[in-house]
């Protein structure tokens, strides 16, 4: 009886050690985001040019409803569009009394920031610039401590509209509103 304890216990003492220290791949839909269109979300601003119109061209923030406060039109949701989808809903409102044929232009000035936190030099919120990694987020918040589990991270995103957590590679690719989690090695 008691050899029989004493070998669950080797066993779920395995199972535990491999569990914590062994890389498992984030679900298929992190690779995935990484290839489709960007969607925006709080924090992104975006420069909006109305052609002809430069009283209305202007760079305006995704607030934390998801919209912007565009002039004539008031508030215009931005949340989950692409920046296409978003010229759509600005031109529609603006034909609505306002301008005649507008014609409006939108991109991305500042993508919404990233967070790194856990085992790193100095944890906290970074800006997102376009091909950034796992490893160049780390380096930029300070590098790995000296208790840093090196080879792997945890990553936080939104996907379709859910928080999803997942373990990739340090040289995987990051998408903006990002939380990095750098873990404790075990050994």
């Known amino acids: 009886?008691?050899?029989?304890?004493?070998?669950?216990?080797i066993g779920i003492l395995a199972v535990s050690v491999t569990a914590c220290s062994g890389y498992r791949p984030a679900p298929a839909a992190f690779h995935e985001a990484l290839n489709q269109p960007y969607m925006l979300g709080e924090g992104d601003k975006v420069r909006?040019?109305?052609?002809?119109?430069?009283?209305?061209?202007?760079?305006y923030v995704v607030d934390q409803s998801g919209h912007i406060a565009f002039p004539l039109v008031g508030p215009v949701a931005?949340?989950?569009?692409?920046?296409?989808?978003?010229?759509g809903r600005?031109?529609?409102?603006?034909?609505?009394?306002?301008?005649?044929?507008?014609?409006?232009?939108?991109?991305?000035?500042?993508?919404?920031?990233i967070f790194v936190m856990g085992?790193?030099?100095?944890?906290?919120?970074?800006?997102?610039?376009?091909?950034?990694?796992?490893?160049?987020?780390?380096?930029?918040?300070g590098g790995f401590n000296a208790r840093a589990e090196q080879g792997s991270a945890?990553?936080?995103?939104?996907?379709?509209?859910?928080?999803?957590?997942?373990?990739?590679?340090?040289?995987?690719?990051i998408l903006p509103g990002d939380t990095i989690y750098v873990r404790e090695r075990f050994f």
Do not use: H
Not at 79 to 87: D, I, N, P, Y
Not at 124 to 136: D, F, H, M, S, W
């Open 1 to 9: 009886m008691r050899s029989l304890v004493r070998l669950a216990l």
């Open 48 to 59: 909006v040019t109305v052609f002809d119109q430069e009283g209305l061209t202007n760079t």
């Open 78 to 87: 931005a949340r989950g569009l692409t920046v296409q989808q978003l010229e």
């Open 90 to 113: 600005i031109a529609t409102g603006l034909q609505n009394g306002f301008v005649r044929n507008p014609d409006v232009s939108v991109e991305v000035d500042t993508y919404r920031p």
């Open 119 to 141: 085992e790193v030099g100095s944890a906290g919120q970074y800006a997102y610039v376009p091909g950034l990694t796992v490893q160049k987020a780390i380096a930029v918040a």
């Open 154 to 173: 945890d990553i936080t995103r939104q996907i379709n509209g859910r928080m999803m957590t997942g373990r990739v590679l340090i040289s995987d690719p």
